[in-house]
């Protein structure tokens, strides 16, 4: 199918006032300005003139299906808040895609999140890359896992006070956190030990260790492999999360960092990656005293590779544009408020090769608006994901076959 006569946001070095995007099996096999397209009577084509087409938005931190939508504890699948730090847990064991809100989601645009454990614990599980078609998750994944869940600060505080048991303060968090990474660190230097021992008759006496699920869990990320997703909310957590990461060479995301805008500089310097928000939202808790959606703009301005998310269910996720909208509204750069919801989200996860920008040999997966989509009246008319409309209001229909 060819969509032809549209402005087309690539997310690439530049856009298209004029063009066309042709799809294919799932991908886009052809996208250019209007002056290169060639009709083809065999392929239908949709005129969309005066549109505009759009690259499937991300969102790069919810947690989408962990907590299902209008339930109480029968849908809350997001904290093992009984354990400290369970490593071996897996998003993909708890998802339920057929939750309304991935209907909700690719509705707004949204075509792929990443959804995991919360923040609990100060390790929490592995999380997973998406696609919001809905359905059996396993044939959702763009990637999994995609991170490592670790918690700073108030909330494993919280949690672990109210059952009588630590961690109870910031210095126990870090410390579980920099235990469970030494025991996968000796539990992979063992792995390699009775590796080489291996039919050596030295004396030596180095049998594999016993299995253990969390540090087994733990080896890609100390390995430099996996990132972890570091929440925190406060500077000082923030860079509590930095100091752990560099002290075990860890590649990081820093998530929410709502107080960042005042340390703005200083994780530039980090070349920290920050994932940032939800600031559509009150401030129900001490961390978030200094919430601000002036936060994005200040972020991208100094420099620094970030994401806007919506921390759904905490922002409901089809809210995403207008969160960035509202960080354009507070002094953002428009460009980058797009980019915050596209190309930027998917590099910092490592999954640019397939979506977050519309180039030929990715995923087909856009929204066609007829406005700009980060106002709040915004809505695409249609959506597609993998090169099947999800959602359309009749639009195809009635501009196809514009050959």
């Known amino acids: 199918m060819n969509f032809i006569n549209a402005y087309i946001y690539t997310a690439e070095e530049r856009n298209i006032e004029n063009g066309y995007l042709s799809v294919e099996n799932g991908k886009i096999t052809g996208i250019g300005s209007m002056e290169q397209y060639v009709s083809n009577n065999s392929e239908p084509a949709v005129d969309l003139s005066g549109m505009r087409i759009y690259p499937g938005f991300i969102d790069a931190h919810t947690h989408l299906g962990m907590w299902d939508d209008g339930l109480g504890f029968e849908g809350d699948d997001g904290n093992e808040d009984g354990q400290t730090a369970p490593a071996s847990l897996r998003a993909i064991d708890a998802i339920n895609s057929f939750d309304r809100c991935f209907t909700e989601a690719h509705e707004a645009g949204i075509t792929a999140v990443v959804t995991g454990p919360g923040s609990a614990n100060p390790i929490g599980g592995t999380m997973a890359a998406i696609k919001t078609t809905g359905g059996r998750v396993d044939n959702i994944i763009i990637k999994f896992p995609v991170s490592m869940k670790m918690a700073l600060g108030e909330n494993p505080k919280t949690t672990h006070h109210n059952r009588d048991e630590s961690p109870m303060t910031r210095m126990a968090t870090a410390g579980i956190i920099r235990e469970s990474l030494k025991k996968a660190q000796r539990y992979a230097e063992d792995i390699e030990k009775a590796k080489e021992n291996d039919g050596n008759d030295?004396?030596?006496?180095?049998?594999?260790?016993?299995?253990?699920?969390?540090?087994?869990?733990?080896?890609?990320?100390?390995?430099?492999?996996?990132?972890?997703?570091?929440?925190?909310?406060?500077?000082?957590?923030?860079?509590?999360?930095?100091?752990?990461?560099?002290?075990?060479?860890?590649?990081?995301?820093?998530?929410?960092?709502?107080?960042?805008?005042?340390?703005?500089?200083?994780?530039?310097?980090?070349?920290?990656?920050?994932?940032?928000?939800?600031?559509?939202?009150?401030?129900?808790?001490?961390?978030?005293?200094?919430?601000?959606?002036?936060?994005?703009?200040?972020?991208?301005?100094?420099?620094?590779?970030?994401?806007?998310?919506?921390?759904?269910?905490?922002?409901?996720?089809?809210?995403?544009?207008?969160?960035?909208?509202?960080?354009?509204?507070?002094?953002?750069?428009?460009?980058?408020?797009?980019?915050?919801?596209?190309?930027?989200?998917?590099?910092?996860?490592?999954?640019?090769?397939?979506?977050?920008?519309?180039?030929?040999?990715?995923?087909?997966?856009?929204?066609?608006?007829?406005?700009?989509?980060?106002?709040?009246?915004?809505?695409?008319?249609?959506?597609?994901?993998?090169?099947?409309?999800?959602?359309?209001?009749?639009?195809?229909?009635?501009?196809?076959?514009?050959?």
Do not use: W
């Not at 996996?226 to 995301?253: N, Q």
């Open 202 to 403: 030295d004396g030596g006496d180095y049998d594999l260790p016993d299995y253990d699920a969390d540090c087994e869990a733990l080896l890609p990320v100390i390995r430099g492999e996996l990132p972890v997703h570091i929440h925190a909310h406060r500077r000082d957590d923030i860079f509590t999360g930095i100091r752990i990461a560099e002290e075990f060479s860890l590649k990081y995301v820093l998530v929410h960092a709502t107080e960042g805008y005042m340390i703005a500089d200083e994780l530039a310097e980090c070349k920290a990656d920050i994932f940032s928000g939800p600031f559509l939202s009150d401030r129900s808790k001490p961390e978030l005293v200094n919430l601000t959606p002036k936060s994005p703009g200040i972020i991208a301005a100094a420099g620094i590779r970030s994401a806007i998310v919506t921390d759904h269910p905490v922002v409901p996720i089809q809210y995403l544009p207008i969160c960035a909208g509202l960080a354009v509204r507070e002094g953002m750069d428009y460009d980058s408020a797009l980019r915050a919801i596209t190309i930027n989200p998917a590099e910092i996860l490592g999954i640019d090769d397939t979506v977050g920008s519309l180039k030929q040999g990715k995923d087909a997966d856009f929204s066609i608006f007829d406005c700009d989509p980060l106002t709040l009246a915004a809505k695409p008319v249609a959506v597609f994901i993998d090169g099947k409309a999800v959602y359309d209001t009749g639009i195809i229909k009635e501009r196809g076959n514009g050959r």
